[in-house]
Protein backbone atom coordinates (compact mmCIF):
# COMPACT_ATOMS: atom_id res chain seq x y z
CA UNK A 1 0.00 0.00 0.00
CA UNK A 2 2.90 2.76 0.68
CA UNK A 3 4.65 1.69 -2.65
CA UNK A 4 1.20 1.94 -4.19
CA UNK A 5 0.51 6.00 -2.33
CA UNK A 6 4.15 6.39 -3.18
CA UNK A 7 3.74 5.69 -6.76
CA UNK A 8 0.42 8.01 -6.93
CA UNK A 9 2.43 10.90 -5.56
CA UNK A 10 4.46 10.25 -7.97
CA UNK A 11 2.24 10.64 -11.01
CA UNK A 12 0.56 13.75 -9.17
CA UNK A 13 3.68 15.46 -9.04
CA UNK A 14 4.70 15.25 -13.17
CA UNK A 15 0.85 16.24 -13.50
CA UNK A 16 1.17 18.83 -11.71
CA UNK A 17 4.59 19.58 -13.07
CA UNK A 18 3.34 19.41 -16.84
CA UNK A 19 0.42 21.54 -15.76
CA UNK A 20 2.99 24.22 -14.60
CA UNK A 21 4.76 23.93 -18.33
CA UNK A 22 1.84 24.54 -20.07
CA UNK A 23 0.83 26.89 -18.32
CA UNK A 24 4.14 29.22 -18.59
CA UNK A 25 4.03 28.36 -22.36
CA UNK A 26 0.31 29.58 -22.68
CA UNK A 27 1.41 32.91 -20.45
CA UNK A 28 1.56 36.24 -22.16
CA UNK A 29 3.98 37.55 -19.92
CA UNK A 30 7.41 35.63 -20.44
CA UNK A 31 10.13 36.79 -18.38
CA UNK A 32 13.53 37.82 -19.79
CA UNK A 33 16.63 36.03 -17.88
CA UNK A 34 20.23 35.80 -18.03
CA UNK A 35 21.57 32.35 -17.17
CA UNK A 36 24.65 30.98 -17.41
CA UNK A 37 27.29 28.07 -15.83
CA UNK A 38 31.10 27.01 -15.29
CA UNK A 39 30.34 23.75 -13.67
CA UNK A 40 32.46 21.92 -16.19
CA UNK A 41 34.87 22.43 -18.82
CA UNK A 42 32.62 24.79 -20.63
CA UNK A 43 31.35 27.97 -20.21
CA UNK A 44 28.10 28.98 -21.55
CA UNK A 45 25.46 32.19 -20.73
CA UNK A 46 22.87 32.85 -22.69
CA UNK A 47 19.98 34.77 -22.37
CA UNK A 48 16.10 34.02 -22.71
CA UNK A 49 14.17 37.09 -24.49
CA UNK A 50 10.88 36.64 -25.40
CA UNK A 51 10.47 32.90 -24.82
CA UNK A 52 13.61 33.06 -27.23
CA UNK A 53 17.29 31.61 -25.99
CA UNK A 54 19.82 33.21 -27.40
CA UNK A 55 23.38 31.27 -25.76
CA UNK A 56 27.58 31.51 -26.37
CA UNK A 57 28.80 28.34 -25.38
CA UNK A 58 32.73 27.16 -25.60
CA UNK A 59 34.26 24.63 -24.09
CA UNK A 60 37.12 26.67 -22.19
CA UNK A 61 39.15 24.21 -19.50
CA UNK A 62 39.87 26.47 -16.18
CA UNK A 63 39.52 29.84 -18.74
CA UNK A 64 36.16 30.36 -16.71
CA UNK A 65 37.44 33.24 -14.67
CA UNK A 66 38.96 35.07 -18.12
CA UNK A 67 35.87 34.59 -20.48
CA UNK A 68 32.31 34.27 -18.49
CA UNK A 69 31.85 37.93 -18.08
CA UNK A 70 32.98 38.97 -21.37
CA UNK A 71 31.00 36.50 -22.79
CA UNK A 72 28.11 37.76 -20.48
CA UNK A 73 28.77 41.23 -22.08
CA UNK A 74 28.95 40.38 -25.27
CA UNK A 75 25.58 38.59 -25.56
CA UNK A 76 23.62 41.36 -23.58
CA UNK A 77 25.13 44.11 -26.11
CA UNK A 78 24.22 42.29 -29.01
CA UNK A 79 20.73 42.40 -27.58
CA UNK A 80 20.52 45.06 -26.51
CA UNK A 81 19.94 45.05 -22.73
CA UNK A 82 21.23 46.16 -20.02
CA UNK A 83 21.21 44.15 -16.47
CA UNK A 84 18.15 46.58 -15.31
CA UNK A 85 16.06 45.00 -18.01
CA UNK A 86 16.15 41.32 -16.87
CA UNK A 87 13.75 39.91 -14.48
CA UNK A 88 16.40 37.71 -12.55
CA UNK A 89 19.52 35.82 -12.63
CA UNK A 90 19.84 32.28 -12.94
CA UNK A 91 22.68 29.98 -12.59
CA UNK A 92 23.98 26.05 -12.58
CA UNK A 93 24.17 25.62 -8.93
CA UNK A 94 25.91 22.27 -9.29
CA UNK A 95 27.04 19.35 -8.36
CA UNK A 96 29.75 20.26 -10.68
CA UNK A 97 33.66 21.36 -10.16
CA UNK A 98 34.35 23.13 -7.45
CA UNK A 99 36.22 26.09 -9.09
CA UNK A 100 33.48 26.64 -11.65
CA UNK A 101 30.57 26.78 -9.22
CA UNK A 102 32.42 28.96 -6.85
CA UNK A 103 33.01 31.36 -10.27
CA UNK A 104 29.10 31.23 -11.76
CA UNK A 105 27.76 31.61 -7.93
CA UNK A 106 30.41 34.79 -7.92
CA UNK A 107 29.19 36.18 -11.35
CA UNK A 108 25.64 35.76 -10.42
CA UNK A 109 25.66 37.25 -7.04
CA UNK A 110 27.60 40.78 -8.75
CA UNK A 111 25.13 41.12 -11.22
CA UNK A 112 21.94 40.24 -9.10
CA UNK A 113 23.37 42.42 -6.29
CA UNK A 114 24.60 45.34 -8.51
CA UNK A 115 20.92 45.05 -10.54
CA UNK A 116 18.78 44.31 -7.46
CA UNK A 117 17.91 41.16 -9.23
CA UNK A 118 16.32 37.55 -7.84
CA UNK A 119 18.08 34.65 -8.54
CA UNK A 120 17.41 31.04 -9.74
CA UNK A 121 19.60 27.93 -8.90
CA UNK A 122 19.22 25.61 -11.40
CA UNK A 123 20.60 21.66 -10.83
CA UNK A 124 23.18 20.78 -13.56
CA UNK A 125 22.18 17.53 -13.71
CA UNK A 126 18.67 18.83 -14.26
CA UNK A 127 19.93 20.97 -17.37
CA UNK A 128 21.77 17.84 -18.83
CA UNK A 129 18.69 15.63 -18.56
CA UNK A 130 16.57 18.52 -20.40
CA UNK A 131 19.35 18.48 -22.91
CA UNK A 132 19.36 14.59 -23.29
CA UNK A 133 15.70 13.98 -23.49
CA UNK A 134 15.64 16.78 -26.97
CA UNK A 135 12.15 16.55 -28.65
CA UNK A 136 11.20 13.30 -26.64
CA UNK A 137 7.97 14.15 -24.90
CA UNK A 138 8.60 11.40 -22.07
CA UNK A 139 11.97 10.31 -20.99
CA UNK A 140 13.66 8.86 -18.40
CA UNK A 141 17.08 10.36 -17.77
CA UNK A 142 20.16 9.08 -16.40
CA UNK A 143 22.21 11.79 -15.76
CA UNK A 144 26.01 12.16 -14.91
CA UNK A 145 28.89 14.00 -14.52
CA UNK A 146 32.61 13.07 -13.77
CA UNK A 147 33.36 14.10 -10.21
CA UNK A 148 37.02 13.20 -10.39
CA UNK A 149 38.78 11.34 -7.71
CA UNK A 150 37.17 8.21 -9.41
CA UNK A 151 33.14 9.17 -8.69
CA UNK A 152 30.37 10.65 -10.71
CA UNK A 153 27.52 12.95 -9.65
CA UNK A 154 24.36 10.78 -11.00
CA UNK A 155 20.24 11.27 -10.81
CA UNK A 156 17.31 10.52 -12.31
CA UNK A 157 15.38 12.97 -13.85
CA UNK A 158 11.78 12.17 -15.40
CA UNK A 159 11.33 14.63 -18.38
CA UNK A 160 7.74 15.49 -19.99
CA UNK A 161 8.13 18.38 -22.69
CA UNK A 162 10.51 20.38 -20.98
CA UNK A 163 9.97 19.35 -17.80
CA UNK A 164 12.63 18.21 -15.60
CA UNK A 165 11.58 16.31 -12.25
CA UNK A 166 13.70 14.85 -10.16
CA UNK A 167 13.45 10.86 -9.01
CA UNK A 168 15.16 10.49 -5.77
CA UNK A 169 17.98 11.93 -5.15
CA UNK A 170 21.27 13.65 -6.71
CA UNK A 171 24.36 11.59 -5.31
CA UNK A 172 27.98 10.76 -5.81
CA UNK A 173 29.76 7.99 -5.43
CA UNK A 174 31.86 5.41 -7.22
CA UNK A 175 30.59 4.07 -10.61
CA UNK A 176 30.80 0.42 -9.48
CA UNK A 177 27.81 1.82 -6.23
CA UNK A 178 25.24 3.14 -8.85
CA UNK A 179 22.05 1.33 -8.10
CA UNK A 180 21.34 -1.13 -10.36
CA UNK A 181 18.17 -0.46 -10.99
CA UNK A 182 15.55 1.74 -12.25
CA UNK A 183 13.82 4.11 -10.16
CA UNK A 184 10.64 3.90 -11.77
CA UNK A 185 9.23 1.91 -15.10
CA UNK A 186 10.27 3.58 -18.10
CA UNK A 187 10.05 2.74 -22.01
CA UNK A 188 12.97 5.26 -22.91
CA UNK A 189 16.12 5.64 -20.97
CA UNK A 190 18.30 7.93 -21.98
CA UNK A 191 22.03 8.31 -20.30
CA UNK A 192 23.80 11.72 -20.74
CA UNK A 193 27.36 13.13 -19.20
CA UNK A 194 30.91 13.17 -19.27
CA UNK A 195 30.21 10.83 -15.99
CA UNK A 196 29.37 8.06 -18.79
CA UNK A 197 33.46 7.84 -19.12
CA UNK A 198 32.98 5.40 -16.48
CA UNK A 199 30.36 3.38 -18.09
CA UNK A 200 32.29 0.27 -18.24
CA UNK A 201 32.49 0.71 -14.57
CA UNK A 202 28.87 1.22 -13.98
CA UNK A 203 26.03 -1.71 -13.15
CA UNK A 204 26.16 -3.69 -16.17
CA UNK A 205 21.93 -4.25 -15.69
CA UNK A 206 22.05 -0.82 -15.41
CA UNK A 207 23.85 -0.03 -18.69
CA UNK A 208 21.49 -2.66 -20.64
CA UNK A 209 18.75 -0.49 -20.29
CA UNK A 210 20.26 2.63 -22.01
CA UNK A 211 18.38 3.08 -25.09
CA UNK A 212 21.02 6.35 -26.35
CA UNK A 213 24.57 7.16 -24.28
CA UNK A 214 25.92 10.57 -24.60
CA UNK A 215 29.09 11.16 -22.99
CA UNK A 216 29.83 14.53 -24.35
CA UNK A 217 27.06 15.89 -23.53
CA UNK A 218 27.58 18.79 -21.19
CA UNK A 219 25.02 21.54 -19.03
CA UNK A 220 24.18 24.47 -20.99
CA UNK A 221 22.95 27.56 -20.21
CA UNK A 222 20.39 27.55 -22.77
CA UNK A 223 18.65 24.68 -20.95
CA UNK A 224 18.69 26.43 -17.48
CA UNK A 225 17.45 29.58 -18.46
CA UNK A 226 14.62 27.45 -19.78
CA UNK A 227 13.89 25.56 -16.72
CA UNK A 228 14.83 28.79 -14.97
CA UNK A 229 11.67 30.11 -16.61
CA UNK A 230 9.17 27.50 -15.33
CA UNK A 231 10.90 27.71 -11.43
CA UNK A 232 10.58 32.11 -11.98
CA UNK A 233 6.62 30.94 -12.28
CA UNK A 234 6.08 29.08 -9.56
CA UNK A 235 8.19 31.86 -7.48
CA UNK A 236 11.48 30.22 -7.35
CA UNK A 237 13.96 32.66 -6.71
CA UNK A 238 16.43 33.89 -4.11
CA UNK A 239 18.11 36.58 -2.77
CA UNK A 240 21.64 37.59 -4.02
CA UNK A 241 23.10 36.86 -0.45
CA UNK A 242 21.69 33.12 -0.30
CA UNK A 243 22.70 31.77 -3.48
CA UNK A 244 25.38 28.55 -2.35
CA UNK A 245 26.88 25.97 -4.73
CA UNK A 246 25.38 22.37 -4.05
CA UNK A 247 28.95 20.02 -4.00
CA UNK A 248 27.38 17.05 -3.10
CA UNK A 249 30.44 16.50 -0.83
CA UNK A 250 32.49 17.88 1.91
CA UNK A 251 35.62 17.14 0.43
CA UNK A 252 35.62 19.43 -2.86
CA UNK A 253 37.80 18.45 -6.22
CA UNK A 254 39.59 21.52 -7.69
CA UNK A 255 39.57 21.81 -11.32
Known amino acids: ?18 LIA ?11 LLALDASTEACSCAVLLDGVVHERFQL ?8 LLPMIHELMRELDLGFADLDAVAFGKGPGSFT ?5 AGVTQG ?40 EIYWGWYQVQRGTAILVGEEQLCRPELVAAALPLAASHVLAAGNGLAY ?3 LP ?8 TSEPDRLPRSGHIARIAAQLW ?16 RDKVTQG
Open 1 to 18: PSSGRGRLAGALSLVICG
Open 22 to 32: ASFLSSPFMPT
Open 60 to 67: VPRQHTQL
Open 100 to 104: GLRIA
Open 111 to 150: IAFAAELPVIPVSTLAALAVEAAGDNEDALVFSCLDARID
Open 199 to 201: RNR
Open 204 to 211: ANLVSTFA
Open 233 to 248: LQGATITPDAVNPVYL
